[in-house]
């Protein structure tokens, strides 16, 4: 099976409550990558030499990292990226305000960013597929920044994607439009649909990606 079957396969087992595919694989991806580098990559060499060039990792990725534990892998870590800092700071003041900008060199970051061009392409291409399409129908819901990536890779190939992505849109703005209309008084006794309940959450999904991925 071909790296791009693979990834529309991934693809295809994240549409579901109308998530964002391509967010939903890149999370879980990013989940695999640290559990290994907490269990297995903080003893490879390579990894650690990558590591060293990147200085640390982005704040996103820092603290997610964290989250999942493993003090003598932190210690490990953090003891070369703040001797690093410290370093800068002694002997490269210039220098020091580049401590504080976005780390662009995140090994996270540049995985995932490696990983949503090969996912954004395969969407693209499969979508072809009748029943990619219909999974994409009945399950998924592209945010905006990937569906603007997938016009922007696509072009005019994409234009059956944006046509069922704005429908999806249109829908969970009836669901909001709802929300507004229940809060008023006169309507407030009105029971809210399972929809409806989780419309606001979604909305920011939609907007901006699922957290953590962006």
């Given at each position: ?26 999370d ?8 290994n ?26 603290h ?51 990983a ?9 291409e ?36 944006v ?52």
């Amino acid at each position: 099976m071909t790296d791009r079957n693979i990834a529309r396969h991934k693809l295809y087992d994240h549409m579901h409550d109308l998530q964002c595919p391509i967010c939903e694989q890149l999370d879980a991806g990013t989940a695999k990558g640290m559990e290994n580098l907490l269990y297995e990559g903080i003893n490879d060499l390579d990894t650690r030499k990558r590591l060293y060039h990147a200085r640390s990792f982005c704040a996103r990725h820092a603290h997610r990292l964290a989250q999942m534990g493993d003090p003598l892998a932190h210690a490990i870590l953090y003891s070369d990226f703040i001797a690093l800092a410290m370093e800068t700071i002694e002997t490269a003041p210039r220098k020091v305000n580049s401590l504080n900008q976005t780390n662009e060199n995140c090994l996270f970051c540049v995985r995932e960013k490696e990983a949503e061009a090969i996912y954004v392409s395969a969407f693209i291409e499969a979508y072809a597929e009748a029943d990619f399409s219909g999974r994409y129908a009945a399950g998924g819901r592209l945010c905006i920044p990937h569906l603007a990536l997938v016009m922007h890779l696509g072009g005019r190939k994409t234009e059956a994607i944006v046509k069922a992505t704005l429908e999806k849109y249109r829908t969970l703005v009836g669901h909001l439009s709802e929300i507004k209309r229940k809060n008023d008084y006169r309507f407030k006794d009105e029971e809210w649909t399972p929809e409806e309940k989780a419309a606001w959450q979604a909305a920011v999904d939609t907007m901006n990606g699922k957290e953590g991925t962006r």
